[in-house]
């Protein structure tokens, strides 16, 4: 490690990386730095990726995906069921800890320096001059100076704190998700299975998502204000016996989603927000890789931009948001007052929903259908839906 670079990059997730990768890719000195001693190394994620979003960033390789995905199933509390197919190789289950890993090494080749065991502990943005980041690494306490910084730190950033960002969750402004590995298990292995309604989550949903033919990542959602902690093993464990009566937990991993929480609180100065750490997920689905990869190259865009001069230094943040909010903040607006919709909703309330939604996705080509666009035509054809969704358009 030096001690100056031009850019600091902070969690060497899919937000970290893609931004380290970008802004090395354009000629920044760049250091990115990841707390545990390999990337990957801890992870809470079902590994379900669309091929359109992700090819936005990657062209998918081999090494990272685990099954191909060309259709969903989603099951409410009676039993109803929509198949959907989608096109061929519509979607993936991730590697993750390979795609992680796959993505910071694309870093590196790109001239980034990668630096593991690395926790930044302590930062100072002093107006005007070089901001200072603290390291703890297994040789002591490390400090280094940074013209700009990205915070990609995940669900849990301290970095946005430390600099006096609010970017604190509520208990409503999350989800509680616990999720095992399970193996032993006849399974689609191109098939993402959804169940939802109160049989299976009071306001998330229940998820089965393929790794192979014989083990799934198989999990649940939850909203910690309105549920007990038991509740979640509970109702995933009742799953689990009533579906495949036999089967192995290989290992289980529990972690927070958070809501999106607008766009005020991108970053301060010269740091910059990206990924779960800035909370640009879609709130609905809890879906935030290729956001983060998304967040990840605009911020270093925004980065590359105020080294070259060609934006100044004090004007980064406020350009940084307008990018987030011209490329992706209709849709994360949308799916937060979606979700806030849907946790009204009670068993009748879904299976017309259900309904409505296949008869709306068996009149459109397997591909072709945009979620927004779905979510507002399906609830706006149910006078029921109409009433409980007065507040989302
Ligand atoms: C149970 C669960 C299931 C999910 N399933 C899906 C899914 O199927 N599809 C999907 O798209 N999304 C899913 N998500 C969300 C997805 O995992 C996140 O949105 C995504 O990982 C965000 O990427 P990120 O780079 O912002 O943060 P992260 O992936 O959390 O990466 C942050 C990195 O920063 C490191 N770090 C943290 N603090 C420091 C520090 N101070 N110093 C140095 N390093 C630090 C961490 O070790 C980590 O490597 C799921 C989330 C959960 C909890």
């Given at each position: 490690?030096?001690?100056?670079?031009?850019?600091?990059?902070?969690?060497?997730?899919?937000?970290?990386?893609y931004?380290?990768?970008?802004?090395?890719?354009?000629?920044?000195?760049?250091?990115?730095?990841?707390?545990?001693?390999?990337?990957?190394?801890?992870?809470?994620?079902a590994?379900?990726?669309?091929?359109?979003?992700?090819?936005?960033?990657?062209?998918?390789?081999?090494?990272?995906?685990?099954?191909?995905?060309?259709?969903?199933?989603?099951?409410?509390?009676?039993?109803?069921?929509?198949?959907?197919?989608?096109?061929?190789?519509?979607?993936m289950?991730?590697?993750?800890?390979?795609?992680?890993?796959?993505?910071?090494?694309?870093?590196?080749?790109?001239?980034?320096?990668?630096?593991?065991?690395?926790?930044?502990?302590?930062?100072?943005?002093?107006?005007?001059?070089?901001?200072?980041?603290?390291?703890?690494?297994?040789?002591?306490?490390?400090?280094?100076?940074?013209?700009?910084?990205?915070?990609?730190?995940?669900?849990?950033?301290?970095?946005?704190?430390?600099?006096?960002?609010?970017?604190?969750?509520?208990?409503?402004?999350?989800?509680?998700?616990?999720?095992y590995?399970?193996?032993?298990?006849?399974?689609?292995?191109?098939?993402?299975?959804?169940?939802?309604?109160?049989?299976?989550?009071?306001?998330?949903?229940?998820?089965?998502?393929?790794?192979?033919?014989?083990?799934?990542?198989?999990?649940?959602?939850?909203?910690?204000?309105h549920?007990?902690?038991?509740?979640?093993?509970?109702?995933?464990?009742?799953?689990?016996?009533?579906?495949?009566?036999?089967?192995?937990?290989?290992?289980?991993?529990c972690?927070?989603?958070?809501?999106?929480?607008?766009?005020?609180?991108?970053?301060?100065d010269?740091?910059?927000?990206?990924?779960?750490?800035a909370?640009?997920?879609?709130?609905?689905?809890?879906?935030?890789i290729?956001?983060?990869l998304?967040?990840?190259?605009?911020?270093?865009?925004?980065?590359?931009?105020?080294?070259?001069?060609?934006?100044?230094?004090?004007?980064?943040?406020?350009?940084?948001?307008?990018?987030?909010?011209?490329?992706?903040?209709?849709?994360?607006?949308?799916?937060?007052?979606?979700?806030?919709?849907?946790?009204?909703?009670?068993?009748e309330?879904?299976?017309?929903f259900?309904?409505?939604?296949?008869?709306?996705?068996?009149?459109?080509?397997?591909?072709?259908?945009?979620?927004?666009?779905?979510?507002?035509?399906?609830?706006?054809?149910?006078p029921?839906?109409?009433?409980?969704?007065?507040?989302?358009?």
């Amino acid at each position: 490690m030096k001690r100056r670079y031009q850019l600091v990059v902070i969690g060497a997730g899919p937000a970290g990386s893609y931004a380290a990768l970008t802004a090395a890719a354009g000629g920044l000195d760049t250091l990115l730095l990841e707390r545990d001693r390999e990337v990957g190394y801890r992870l809470a994620c079902a590994e379900a990726v669309s091929l359109e979003g992700m090819q936005n960033f990657i062209d998918p390789d081999p090494c990272f995906i685990a099954t191909e995905i060309d259709s969903i199933t989603l099951t409410v509390s009676s039993g109803y069921r929509i198949d959907y197919d989608l096109q061929e190789f519509a979607g993936m289950v991730l590697d993750r800890p390979a795609f992680d890993r796959f993505l910071s090494e694309k870093a590196v080749s790109n001239g980034a320096e990668l630096q593991t065991e690395a926790y930044a502990c302590g930062l100072e943005l002093p107006s005007g001059n070089p901001a200072k980041v603290v390291i703890e690494t297994e040789e002591g306490h490390r400090q280094v100076e940074a013209d700009y910084i990205i915070a990609a730190d995940g669900v849990e950033s301290m970095i946005g704190r430390m600099a006096g960002i609010d970017t604190l969750l509520g208990p409503d402004q999350n989800d509680s998700s616990l999720q095992y590995r399970v193996s032993g298990i006849d399974i689609d292995p191109k098939t993402l299975e959804f169940y939802i309604g109160e049989k299976y989550s009071t306001d998330g949903y229940l998820w089965v998502f393929p790794k192979s033919d014989r083990a799934a990542n198989i999990g649940l959602g939850l909203n910690p204000a309105h549920n007990d902690c038991g509740e979640l093993r509970h109702r995933l464990d009742n799953f689990l016996r009533e579906k495949y009566g036999d089967y192995k937990i290989e290992f289980e991993t529990c972690g927070l989603v958070p809501k999106f929480l607008g766009l005020n609180n991108l970053g301060r100065d010269c740091l910059l927000l990206a990924g779960d750490a800035a909370r640009t997920i879609d709130s609905l689905t809890g879906a935030g890789i290729n956001r983060a990869l998304h967040t990840g190259k605009l911020a270093a865009e925004t980065v590359l931009m105020a080294a070259d001069g060609s934006i100044n230094r004090n004007k980064m943040v406020s350009v940084y948001r307008k990018k987030v909010d011209d490329e992706i903040g209709r849709d994360l607006r949308l799916f937060k007052k979606a979700h806030a919709l849907f946790t009204k909703f009670n068993d009748e309330d879904w299976e017309i929903f259900a309904r409505f939604l296949k008869r709306y996705l068996s009149e459109r080509k397997a591909g072709s259908v945009d979620p927004a666009a779905m979510i507002k035509s399906v609830i706006s054809g149910e006078p029921r839906l109409v009433r409980l969704a007065r507040h989302l358009f």
